[in-house]
């Protein structure tokens, strides 16, 4: 008596049956594509023990997924790769020379305790690589702030050395109680400051991947032009660096946006979709809110870079900013 | 020490004092249920019903705005407390539990299309009417499960099934169909027909094994029409429920095998 | 002036009573599902910090401080502060229904908060001004209000995920309030707090 | 008459692939009337028509079998002669079962000699001389509904409020449906009917400003048009838009071409001065009035991959989508996916056991590579779909909120004012159904409204029969 059903179906789906054929492991595909320069110039200025922190980072991140889905009993999602750009930027914002178990902590934090508490890919409410920078920098404040010199193995005397950051952040502090004429303040600490063509190629002490300028804008330029990101987060970060540091004295400009983790910062990790707001004027609002911040932590706070807290602390405030910068309908009043 | 424990006694005094003028000449009448329904909860302030503690709650409560029945901590005791207050406790009537009138599971209802969208009745039914066979029945996409407050329906094998035993008959799922194959019945009740099919025998069998084709067996063998156990809509017959069969002989007898005894109808859980 | 802005900065920023003390966790637990749930609760505790610090002082440096009294502080304030709000609450549902329907349930929640009496503790043992410890007790309350409504943003988002089932309800809540805690170190610094 | 260039761009839209060189080279074929017509009762918005007609009937060709049956609703004719077979409820292709007269059109009623060939159904009007209200009446009895896809009656659409005056008449020729060629090939092969239509209209309307409004890549349908009103009298504009889906939605065609903004629903185009018509109407409405022919059959294109031919047929309303098929070859290959109407907006169907109604604008057969699979995958907030969003919607928030049953947070989104176009959908990297997501939570809203009007007029009932003075609700407060 039982009905027969008929051999093939017709698919039954709500329109549109039509789709751009986007998809999220393409996009990812891309980011990692972008920040290949990056990597490349990382490596060229720090050799090996770059590489093995970014070894180090990626893999764990991709095994710390896959055991999470496994014990949360959901499907694998390797596949859409956010796995390997969360380690992949985890390991760019490391200083080369890190002990190796540090770095695979803090990617077991990025994904373990920032991402997949939270449901995974989509739910989290702060940007995995950046909170778990931060829980490192906390953690390990000594081997964090050590920086190797670009081509330390050519000074085997020297191999570490401050950032020019933490040169500008004495500058900020000199500036405030001396009696001294800037101008020689300036002299007397210019020693540790890299000149503009050398913060551009990158060769100065720094993370792995945030002291070449020119191959993250490169990185940039690619992911505007596959329309990864809109120009709205970088441009207004970029640009609340750089008025605030014409304003606020103390460094350079120039040399505030190019070192540090400014670039990699609003390229890169400012632009993470599910941290950041989905409209034009919220993402606006949401760079400036860090470039602020940034520098507000660079001149006043106790640690020398403020990038990454500031974008930490965005990413806190990003439902308000999306709460307030909703989208008003066509035709409505 | 004495002069702390005066000082004490005396803040505490100057308080008291204080508080009880304040409230014989600065309170504001209120509804007295606000007072009383607050006695009832349980005063921890855990915010856990959504409402900024139990006085916030107490208030809505009054007003009608919040359901009754929130406060986790209370649980059920306050919540019977604060329903005596409200004074919203219906009258005594037969209880009724809510019905899903099919049974075509997915291996007896053929299903004609592979659906592919949110997993969500209503929608499943503007997406070409469904992809069941039979356009009158479940769907199985739960629309009257994510409605139950109660947690009272489950879905399996593409069919909804309510559990009696934990039914309050709220009507909520009646509401939530869009085939409109729910409804409420009488918890006495035991014999019933699970098919909304109103077409003839040959149409629904192509499409479902157990599907009603209006043979008017079941009506014979529970004392013919004149017993009027059963009224007939097109080729579909139906339990009167104020005089439902309870004659379990004729679920047997049933040809299209869609008639139940109430086992099945409480085997949601 | 530029000392209030120092205290300002300080108790909003650098040492945030929720995020930096973690002073008044229930209120932030428990009234941070919807951000205006949270602007309200946030004003009534700004309103209440305030005048009990004012109310504190008084009753610290003239009544228990003359007496040699230092070491029952913490019980006088308990008594005072709890009968002060019973009071606010009965005389602004007199006089200001509208700010009492804004902020009037979230009275009740805060009678014998540790985020109140912690910040007349810490006026109490740092022995300022009058006027010094009103104002930090206004920031740290406006520290806690800021606090709280990013939370309950960041709790709107995460009604919306999907964690895995031991992490459902608080626990997620805890451990988001962990990392805006730890978001919220980058401000260390940022001003030297004379406390 | 000129032709200018869209001044206004909306914000949003997509660029689907278009696919419309399938058919766009296919000259509108007339197809045979197939041996069994299903003629939907309900092929238009508003209340279905109601069946005049029993089984065993002999109806001939333009006979009405369905009577307008409400403002919002239109009459249903016959599409050919033939027997009644059964009334009975069938399933349309948006998924809904309405009353349907399936025809035998073989059967010959004995002794009447069938209808002769030439004589018209009602008599022709010359639209000069006839009266504005005659006119009306005619498109009225054609039983004309919009043909663009939501099939609003043309009559109620021509007849605004005295108060609400038209200022511009907008020919909508967007078609920007990928795969859909029909009023294409309308505007090239039918120019001078579309032609008489616009005059019709305009006098109906009162004179208004014609807008002619034509997607970018259709340059011969615009040098067409441009042919065919050379000589027109008064302000006829063609206006040139930019190829951009959804062009064709009314809202955005009234901006894009005039610049005026619609408000929220439930404010209609005529609030802003304007009505919008498909070309398609307008040539059905100069055969009504000058050829005497109401609306019974229109072009259908019949595409996608999996068609042996796809074509642009001119077929009875009421054939079956099967005996479309065969008309073009039938199929090349097992569609994995049956559409009625475009990719974007068009409506999956489980059979090809449906009938074209008035509304229908395409057939398309996708085969398996043609077709792909959406996915509840979570939202990575990319923003693409708020960018892609012509109405200005927040889709992402949306969807999130619908997905953990949360319908007041949509309804705060504005979800009612989603017009369903997929253009969220379409770019969505994790394949979410945003559309249909925001379709469930429009559903659960208007079924809410209703309960609530319902709960409403059962209150005020209640309220007129209580003949008691009810206690103010502050009587019981006080004492304590």
């Known amino acids: 008596m039982k009905p027969k059903e008929t051999a093939e179906h017709y698919i039954l789906s709500s329109s549109p049956h039509a789709h751009s054929r986007a998809s999220v492991s393409r996009i990812m595909l891309d980011v990692v594509i972008a920040l290949l320069p990056t990597t490349a110039a990382g490596i060229f200025f720090f050799g090996m023990p770059a590489v093995w922190t970014i070894a180090v980072c990626v893999s764990t991140c991709i095994v710390t997924e896959a055991l999470c889905r496994i014990a949360m009993k959901r499907e694998n999602t390797i596949g859409d790769l956010s796995a390997v750009v969360t380690g992949l930027l985890l390991a760019l914002n490391l200083p080369a020379g890190l002990p190796l178990w540090m770095a695979a902590a803090g990617s077991v934090f990025a994904i373990g305790v920032a991402k997949q508490v939270f449901g995974g890919l989509g739910m989290n409410p702060f940007n995995p690589a950046l909170a778990a920078r931060a829980f490192m920098l906390i953690s390990f404040t000594g081997p964090m702030t050590t920086w190797l010199k670009p081509f330390w193995w050519k000074t085997p005397d020297a191999v570490t050395t401050a950032t020019p950051l933490a040169t500008m952040k004495t500058w900020f502090a000199a500036e405030a109680t001396a009696s001294a004429s800037p101008h020689g303040l300036c002299n007397s600490a210019c020693t540790g400051v890299p000149g503009l063509l050398d913060m551009l190629v990158g060769n100065m002490p720094g993370c792995i991947g945030e002291v070449s300028a020119a191959a993250l804008a490169l990185g940039a330029a690619y992911l505007l032009w596959r329309k990864v990101i809109t120009w709205h987060i970088p441009v207004s970060f970029i640009a609340t660096v750089f008025v605030y540091s014409l304003f606020a004295g103390g460094a350079p400009a120039t040399m505030q946006v190019l070192t540090g983790g400014v670039m990699i910062g609003a390229c890169f990790m400012a632009t993470d979709y599910v941290t950041s707001p989905t409209t034009s004027k919220g993402k606006l609002v949401f760079g400036f809110g860090c470039g602020l911040l940034c520098m507000l932590i660079r001149q006043f706070g106790s640690y020398p870079e403020g990038c990454s807290f500031a974008i930490l602390i965005m990413n806190a405030l990003c439902p308000l900013v999306n709460r307030w910068t909703q989208p008003k309908p066509f035709g409505a009043k | 020490m004495a002069t702390a424990i005066l000082i004490i006694a005396g803040i505490g005094m100057v308080a008291a004092v204080a508080l009880a003028v304040a409230d014989r000449y600065l309170s504001v009448k209120e509804d007295p249920r606000i007072g009383m329904v607050t006695a009832e909860l349980p005063g921890a302030n855990c915010g856990g019903c959504g409402f900024a503690g139990c006085d916030g709650y107490a208030r809505a409560l009054v007003a009608g705005t919040a359901p009754n029945g929130a406060c986790a901590a209370g649980g059920d005791e306050v919540a019977k407390a604060v329903a005596k207050i409200l004074g919203v406790e219906a009258a005594a009537t037969e209880r009724r539990v809510a019905l899903v009138r099919c049974c075509g599971t997915r291996s007896e209802a053929i299903r004609v299309g592979d659906y592919n969208g949110i997993c969500d009745c209503n929608v499943a039914a503007m997406t070409a009417g469904g992809d069941k066979g039979c356009t009158y029945g479940c769907l199985g996409y739960g629309a009257c499960a994510n409605v139950c407050p109660k947690g009272a329906i489950s879905v399996h094998d593409g069919l909804a099934k309510v559990d009696k035993r934990l039914c309050i008959g709220c009507g909520k799922c009646v509401r939530a169909c869009p085939k409109h194959i729910i409804e409420l019945v009488p918890a006495s009740a035991t014999i019933h027909v699970l098919c909304a099919n109103p077409d003839k025998g040959p149409s629904v069998r192509k499409v479902c094994g157990v599907g009603c084709m209006g043979c008017h067996l079941c009506e014979k063998n529970s004392g013919g029409k004149e017993a009027g156990h059963f009224t007939f809509q097109g080729f579909l017959a139906k339990v009167n429920y104020d005089n439902p069969p309870t004659d379990g002989a004729i679920v047997a007898k049933c040809p299209a095998k869609c008639m139940v005894e109430d086992s099945h109808f409480e085997s949601g859980h | 002036m530029s000392y209030y802005l120092v205290i300002l900065v300080g108790a909003v920023l650098v040492n945030n009573f929720v995020l930096s003390r973690f002073l008044g966790c229930c209120p932030f637990l428990g009234v941070s599902k919807k951000t205006e749930t949270a602007l309200g609760m946030s004003g009534a505790v700004v309103f209440v910090m305030t005048m009990a610090a004012a109310v504190t002082w008084c009753l610290d440096h003239w009544l228990l401080r003359p007496n040699d009294l230092g070491y029952i502080h913490t019980l006088a304030f308990i008594l005072v502060i709890a009968a002060l709000v019973q009071f606010i609450d009965i005389a602004m549902k007199r006089f200001a229904p509208p700010l009492h329907a804004a902020l009037g349930i979230f009275l009740p929640l805060i009678t014998t908060n540790c985020a109140v009496l912690g910040a007349a503790e810490i006026n109490c043992k740092q022995g300022t001004g009058f006027f010094e410890s009103v104002f930090f007790s206004f920031a740290a309350a406006l520290g806690f209000g800021f606090a709280l409504v990013v939370f309950s943003g960041m709790r709107e988002k995460l009604a919306h995920a999907n964690p895995p089932r031991c992490f459902r309800g608080i626990a997620v809540a805890l451990v988001t309030g962990g990392l805006l805690s730890l978001a919220f170190m980058g401000f260390s610094g940022l001003v030297k707090l004379p406390y | ?480």
């Open chain 4, 1 to 480: 008459m000129k032709t200018v260039k869209s001044q206004f761009k909306f914000k949003g839209g997509v660029h689907p692939d278009y696919n419309k060189e399938l058919a766009r080279d296919k000259a509108i074929e007339r197809m045979p009337v197939p041996a069994e017509l299903v003629v939907s009762m309900s092929q238009h918005l508003g209340a279905p028509a109601k069946c005049v007609v029993k089984a065993g009937d002999f109806v001939k060709r333009g006979q009405v079998i369905g009577e307008k049956n409400g403002f919002i609703s239109v009459c249903v004719r016959a599409p050919a002669d033939g027997k009644v077979t059964a009334v009975e409820k069938r399933l349309g292709p948006a998924g809904g079962k309405a009353d349907a007269v399936i025809l035998d059109t073989t059967a010959k009623e004995e002794g009447a000699g069938s209808g002769e060939q030439g004589t018209p159904i009602l008599p022709p009007l010359d639209w000069k001389t006839a009266t504005r209200e005659e006119l009306l009446k005619r498109v009225e009895e054609a039983g004309i509904c919009g043909m663009g896809g939501a099939g609003f009656p043309s009559a109620v659409k021509l007849n605004p409020p005295p108060a609400k005056r038209c200022e511009y008449l907008i020919l909508n020729g967007a078609e920007c449906e990928p795969y859909l060629t029909a009023d294409f090939r309308l505007m090239l092969e039918r120019a001078d009917r579309i032609r008489v239509g616009v005059e019709i209209m305009r006098k109906v309307l009162g004179g208004p400003a014609v807008r002619i409004a034509i997607e970018a890549n259709k340059p011969e349908a615009i040098a067409a048009m441009e042919k065919a009103f050379a000589d027109i009298e008064g302000n006829v504009e063609i206006v040139v838009l930019p190829v951009l889906y959804p062009q064709g939605s009314e809202k955005h065609q009234i901006f894009a071409t005039v610049g005026r903004v619609v408000p929220e629903p439930p404010a209609l185009p005529i609030d802003v001065g304007c009505v919008v018509e498909n070309v398609g109407t307008v040539a059905a409405i100069a055969d009504a009035v000058e050829k005497g022919e109401p609306l019974l059959e229109r072009v259908t294109t019949v595409s996608g991959d999996a068609v042996a031919e796809p074509k642009n047929v001119l077929a009875p309303s009421g054939t079956k989508y099967a005996d479309l098929v065969a008309f073009c070859g039938g199929e090349k290959e097992q569609p994995a996916k049956v559409i009625s109407g475009g990719t974007m907006m068009g409506f999956a169907v489980s059979t090809l056991d449906i009938s074209t109604t008035k509304t229908t604008s395409g057939l398309l057969l996708l085969s398996r590579k043609r077709v792909f699979q959406y996915e509840s995958g979570p939202c990575i907030n990319c923003g693409r779909c708020v960018r892609a969003c012509p109405m200005n919607l927040n889709p992402a928030e949306i969807s999130k909120a619908v997905e953990s049953d949360d319908v007041k947070s949509a309804e705060d989104a504005h979800v009612m004012t989603c017009i369903e176009c997929g253009a969220c959908s379409f770019g969505c990297p994790a394949y979410r159904q945003i559309t249909q997501l925001c379709r469930r939570a429009k559903a659960s809203i208007r079924a809410r409204i209703a309960a609530e009007k319902a709960k409403a007029s059962a209150a005020a009932e209640k309220e007129k029969l209580k003949s008691q003075p009810v206690l103010p609700e502050g009587a019981t407060r006080g004492s304590k």
